[in-house]
């Protein structure tokens, strides 16, 4: 299993971001997938889930109305499109596939992360 993270950046409060994720060594279309966050000095936060067809998207409550997760499941490829940035946001971001029970910290492996930094 192997995914790799990009898109991270800094950004000015208010601003906006789409990271990606490229999955490889299992079949993506057949997981549930996941992304989630860890900002410094604390543990890691559930950020969203997509089911496998796309169908169906869940996010925690601070993301609501500011994130979108989506995926292409022709590229092997995760994204969360995250617009209204806030400085509480300041994250290394993950992607996994899911845990089983939603919200819940997946299990390892992860990928090795992307930087996200909102400050003015």
């Known amino acids: 299993v192997q995914l790799v993270e990009s898109g991270g950046g800094m950004v000015q409060p208010g601003g906006s971001l789409r990271l990606s994720c490229a999955a490889s060594?299992?079949?993506?279309?057949?997981?549930?997938m996941t992304w989630v966050r860890q900002a410094p000095g604390k543990g890691p936060e559930w950020v969203s889930t997509?089911?496998?067809?796309?169908?169906?998207?869940y996010y925690a409550d601070f993301a609501k109305g500011r994130f979108t997760i989506s995926r292409d499941n022709a590229k092997n490829t995760l994204y969360l499109q995250m617009n209204s940035l806030r400085p509480e946001d300041t994250a290394l971001y993950f992607c996994a596939r899911a845990s089983v029970r939603l919200k819940a910290i997946p299990a390892r492996p992860w990928g090795q992360g992307t930087q996200v930094t909102v400050s003015s």
């Open positions: 060594g299992f079949t993506f279309n057949n997981y549930d």
């Open positions: 997509i089911h496998t067809n796309g169908g169906s998207t």
